[in-house]
């Protein structure tokens, strides 16, 4: 499976922002598949999940009520709608498919990764 993550940017605080990962491989629609962030210093944390048909999601406290995972398997894409965005935001997003079942929110347990789109949130 090969992630490319895109549509970050700079946005004003409040402001939305729709990140797309895009994929390849014939796994890619039978996978959970999750966000995570990293911003400088600091660890890559889990943003939020969703399982191989989109039935089931997961989201961190901190994005809760925000932001919004969703997939079209026909399109082999997976999008992250997110809506009231803080400074506290900015971080660089990665898309990462399990390449099975699972969809937690254990980093380690993703074994594909994207590149990563840098979202940039101003006050």
């Known amino acids: 499976v090969q992630l490319q993550a895109f549509g970050g940017g700079l946005v004003q605080a409040g402001g939305s922002l729709r990140l797309s990962c895009a994929a390849s491989?014939?796994?890619?629609?039978?996978?959970?598949v999750g966000w995570f962030r990293q911003a400088p210093g600091k660890e890559r944390e889990f943003v939020a999940s969703?399982?191989?048909?989109?039935?089931?999601?997961y989201y961190s406290d901190f994005v809760k009520g925000r932001f919004t995972i969703s997939r079209d398997n026909a399109k082999n894409t997976v999008h992250l709608q997110m809506n009231s965005l803080e400074p506290e935001d900015t971080a660089v997003y990665y898309c990462?498919?399990?390449?099975?079942?699972?969809?937690?929110?254990?980093?380690?347990?993703?074994?594909?990764w994207g590149q990563g789109t840098q979202v940039t949130v101003s006050s």
């Open positions: 491989g014939r796994t890619f629609s039978s996978s959970g």
């Open positions: 990462a498919a399990s390449g099975g079942s699972y969809y937690g929110t254990n980093v380690k347990q993703y074994n594909y």
């Open positions: 969703i399982n191989w048909d989109g039935t089931v999601t």
